[in-house]
């Protein structure tokens, strides 16, 4: 039995492979922790790296939102942009600079269009909620990461997992995974999620952002675990 749930993550970041549909040791996987993008806290995300070179810039939120609506319409001016985003004209052209700086965008007699498609680091992504014992709150946590995660799953104390294993027709349902972890580091998946793309594209794509930033900065988990 884990005393607090920061020994259970800690547990879990050694012991998650399992949960992952690739094969870590041949494939760089990276962990982010606390994850924050407004929709709860998420305590760990494990992402599956894709071939990558190494940048230092990274987008914003509004650089993301001004990317969107110019890939959603096509053809946009600047005072659709102010007119959408409701900010001024020197914060979006900042946005605008950067994007076409990195060919994302073009411009041509004041209208702005997307030049090349936005690519992920990460097209797999799992979210998880860790929790000791309250399997119904991790529930409505994990569910609200399927915003911006692949999949999404709960891991509970090994001592506590009767009465969510009890409900796991409720963790079916939703299509958020269910799994249990005991202080030794065994992992026992009850129920696996099938992939599904994340709700929002936006904070998907901001997710992606905080990855990047994590491996520019070489915070690795090496391929070896």
């Known amino acids: 039995m884990f005393i607090t749930e920061r020994q259970l993550v800690e547990t879990l970041k050694g012991n998650f492979k399992i949960i992952c549909d690739w094969n870590i040791k ?19 995300v494990i992402s599956k790296i894709n071939k990558h070179k190494s940048i230092e810039t990274s987008w914003s939120y509004f650089d993301i939102l001004i990317y969107k609506i110019i890939e959603t ?22 946005s605008l600079e950067m994007l076409m700086l990195e060919c994302y965008v073009n411009h041509h007699d ?24 309250n399997w119904a709150r991790a529930l409505d946590q994990a569910y609200r990461y399927k915003w911006f995660a692949t999949q999404s799953y709960v891991v509970l104390d090994s001592n506590y997992i009767s009465p969510a294993y009890k409900n796991i027709e409720k963790f079916i349902e939703l299509n958020v995974g269910l799994a249990e ?15 599904e793309k994340p709700i929002d594209d936006k904070m998907f794509m901001l997710l992606n952002e905080q990855i990047k930033q994590t491996l ?8 070896s675990i």
């Open 181 to 195: 972890i005991n202080p030794e580091g065994l992992l026992k998946i009850h129920f696996k999620p099938t992939e």
């Open 110 to 133: 004041s209208i702005f269009r997307i030049k090349k498609s936005y690519k992920s680091i990460s097209d797999k992504t799992i979210a998880i909620e860790a929790k000791l014992k």
């Open 73 to 94: 319409d096509q053809n946009v001016s600047m005072d659709l942009l102010k007119s959408i985003t409701k900010a001024k004209e020197s914060q979006i052209r900042k």
């Open 216 to 223: 520019f900065r070489q915070q690795i988990i090496s391929p």
């Open 26 to 44: 041949k494939t760089q996987t990276n962990i982010l922790e606390e994850v924050n993008l407004g929709f709860g806290i998420a305590d760990l």
